[in-house]
């Protein structure tokens, strides 16, 4: 089922990995291994939510080493 057709109030998820990234996730769908929630809402409250999370975009790992790399 395309994501346009669910309901308004329909609970998507915020996850995000060990390399700080986020993902958009169907509420009714399992949480895959790896991934934690941060955030549960409508697809709106979820979008904003990692709009001001994820400034960044670059992996956690990658951005230590070009820090380590500048010291």
Do not use: H
């Amino acid at each position: 089922m395309a994501w346009e057709s669910l309901p308004d109030d329909f609970k998507f998820l915020v996850l995000v990995n060990g390399e700080e990234q986020y993902s958009l996730w169907r509420g009714d769908v399992p949480v895959p291994g790896g991934w934690s929630v941060v955030k549960e809402g409508t697809r709106e409250e979820c979008l904003q939510f990692v709009d001001a999370a994820w400034q960044d975009m670059r992996p956690r790992s990658l951005r230590q080493r070009i820090e380590e790399a500048v010291l």
